[in-house]
């Protein structure tokens, strides 16, 4: 009789890289805005429970903060928020703050005042995508206003804020409302809008209001479109985006709805998902040429002339950007990001070429050599289907050689988002001790157009499910992971995928969810007015709920879980986490759940991100024994 073999034995690589590094380095650049030679931006205060400010940098190369403590410049329209400031030259700078969400005039040497009322109820009146604008009485500020009526009930409009406080509502009808953009003559106002059930992906619409008497019409986009970023050519043509053709690509129109005309036709990306308001994924440059992102999965810069139809992209040592960038006409700004680059505040002069990193992520890298190096792959999934991911093998300097790794499968959230090839310290952390990692690029996730997005549909708890399992038979297959040591992690939505992907398969030594999503029926019942029809287009009637809900399957898990949960998370209430601990824990399946108080859907707190990493590793390193 042969004997029987254990698994080989495994222990993590020594790393430099701890758990507090990755915590600090979360400043979260977003949003920046350029006038000349001066540069403001969002930057998060991670050692101050994640507080928001807004950074302002001098001719000189002076940073300071416009915005101090206790201020926080964040906006919680739609919960996931957005673009929280704007600049108004001359004045000073407005910005929304989170303690009650109203709008305030930060002056040069002034605490911030308000501009916007007190609500009624606690944060009842919320505002985002703030757009500067001076009209014959002054200057404005044009936004989205989100109110909070009693029984829950939600309702938007675009208002405009003068700096003496008047607010005035100048559209209204529809469920949600994106992009305000006031045309140069000043006569009408393009923005995007939306009705339940659709979301921003799935269908939108560009509509034009005339100012003087509230006239309104559409002129792109529908309920199988959608169209997002108008920005003016001139008093009577816009350029926008458009998915009508199977990607978002840029077009010219106008304003009364004149056949578009595609500026520059390719199946490729030049937008992102609509998951926080403000973003701008192109910008008008002062000669006429449009700085634009474009791309699969990763977005390049370049720039696009509309007249010659061609497209060049710049030199930067920039592999991917955020759809946030903005211009003065000559210089451009936006946040760039590499494999071995962290996130980069970045001022780019279209006319010379120059490129300067303002502002890191993280101020100081490890040795290059623990920095795992990202490998686009295509992975043959169910029925054949092509399923898009990044494979990060463990590296560090004088690892020992070494045969098949630990590995773990991270399923991202949204499920509406995507995974890109930027730089992460918390990739590292875990590559960096010898665990691999796959970043799944599941069916439904953007980046690569229309129709993979359109994969999910009525297909979540099935789809993404089957495109994790695939990643990691594809790692056991191609002889980069060990079949006995390969777990799964994702967040929100990824954690979804985590606790139905362990119930669905034995591939996963164990599962490691954020905030995810157990049960459907009770997050209807009580999830914020953005996605409360969300769960229509991702899953259908309630009638199909229980055959896809982790909640339901979970007698069928046997393998160990953790939990990680915000006790404060306004868009996954700890409910969910909860019910799936009790389940397991009732049938004595190992999982532990950890809850942390004051913390929302993302955590933002060192000591929360230090304490959910230290527990994330202990877990792999008790699995993969």
Request: glycine share 12%; charged share 20%; hydrophobic share 40%.
């Amino acid at each position: 009789m042969s004997p029987t073999h254990g698994p080989t034995p495994w222990s993590p690589w020594p790393s430099p890289i701890s758990t507090a590094d990755v915590a600090r380095s979360g400043l979260d650049l977003g949003f920046p805005t350029v006038l000349g030679e001066e540069v403001w931006w969002e930057e998060s205060r991670p050692a101050e429970g994640g507080r928001r400010t807004v950074v302002h940098r001098a001719p000189d190369g002076v940073r300071r903060e416009v915005i101090a403590a206790p201020w926080d410049a964040r906006s919680r329209v739609h919960e996931y928020g957005g673009r929280s400031y704007v600049v108004i030259p001359g004045h000073g700078l407005v910005f929304a703050d989170f303690a009650d969400q109203r709008l305030y005039l930060a002056e040069p040497g002034a605490e911030p005042r308000p501009l916007t009322p007190e609500p009624d109820r606690p944060c009842g009146l919320r505002y985002a995508d703030l757009l500067p604008y001076r009209g014959p009485d002054g200057p404005q500020v044009w936004c989205v206003q989100e109110r909070h009526h009693d029984g829950g009930k939600v309702s938007r409009s675009i208002v405009s804020v003068s700096l003496a406080g008047e607010v005035v509502e100048r559209v209204s009808g529809a469920d949600f409302y994106a992009s305000p953009a006031v045309s140069p003559d000043g006569e009408h106002v393009a923005y995007v809008c939306w009705n339940h059930p659709r979301m921003p992906w799935t269908g939108s619409e560009v509509r034009i209001t005339k100012i003087s008497d509230g006239a309104s019409w559409t002129i792109k986009g529908g309920t199988s479109e959608s169209v997002l970023a108008p920005s003016w050519r001139d008093d009577r043509h816009l350029y926008l985006v458009s998915d009508w053709s199977g990607w978002w690509n840029l077009y010219h129109i106008g304003i009364f709805g004149t056949a578009s005309q595609a500026l520059f036709p390719a199946e490729q990306e030049f937008a992102g998902p609509l998951w926080q308001l403000g973003g701008r994924p192109y910008t008008v440059l002062e000669d006429g040429r449009l700085a634009v992102l474009h791309g699969r999965g990763d977005l390049r810069l370049g720039v696009l002339d509309p007249e010659a139809g061609t497209l060049t992209d710049l030199d930067v040592p920039y592999e991917g950007w955020l759809t946030a960038l903005d211009t003065d006409g000559t210089t451009l700004v936006g946040v760039g990001y590499g494999p071995d680059v962290p996130r980069s505040l970045v001022r780019v002069d279209v006319v010379t070429g120059r490129v300067e990193g303002l502002r890191r992520e993280v101020p100081e890298l490890p040795d290059v050599g623990y920095l795992p190096v990202p490998r686009a792959v295509e992975i043959e999934g169910a029925l054949g289907r092509r399923v898009h991911a990044y494979v990060y093998p463990p590296r560090a300097p004088g690892a020992p050689a070494e045969g098949p790794a630990p590995y773990v499968v991270f399923a991202h959230g949204g499920p509406t988002a995507h995974a890109t090839t930027e730089l992460s310290l918390e990739k590292a952390f875990f590559t960096s001790r010898g665990i691999g990692v796959i970043d799944v690029n599941y069916g439904g996730s953007t980046g690569f157009g229309r129709a993979y997005r359109e994969r999910l549909r009525g297909q979540w708890g099935v789809a993404d499910v089957e495109d994790v399992v695939a990643a990691a038979g594809w790692l056991v297959a191609e002889g980069l992971a060990d079949p006995r040591r390969v777990a799964v992690r994702g967040a929100s939505a990824g954690g979804w995928t985590v606790m139905a992907a362990c119930a669905a398969s034995d591939v996963f030594a164990g599962g490691v969810s954020i905030s995810g999503i157990s049960a459907l029926a009770p997050l209807v019942a009580v999830t914020h007015d953005f996605e409360s029809r969300y769960v229509d287009w991702l899953v259908g009637t309630e009638s199909l709920y229980s055959s896809r809900e982790p909640l339901a399957a979970a007698d069928r898990i046997s393998c160990p879980m953790l939990l990680l949960q915000g006790l404060a998370d306004p868009v996954v209430p700890p409910a969910q986490a909860e019910a799936f601990a009790d389940r397991l824990s009732a049938r004595g399946v190992p999982c532990t759940y950890l809850a942390f108080e004051g913390e929302g859907h993302a955590f933002r707190r060192v000591e929360t991100k230090t304490a959910a990493l230290a527990a994330e590793l202990a877990f792999y390193l008790q699995l993969f024994q």
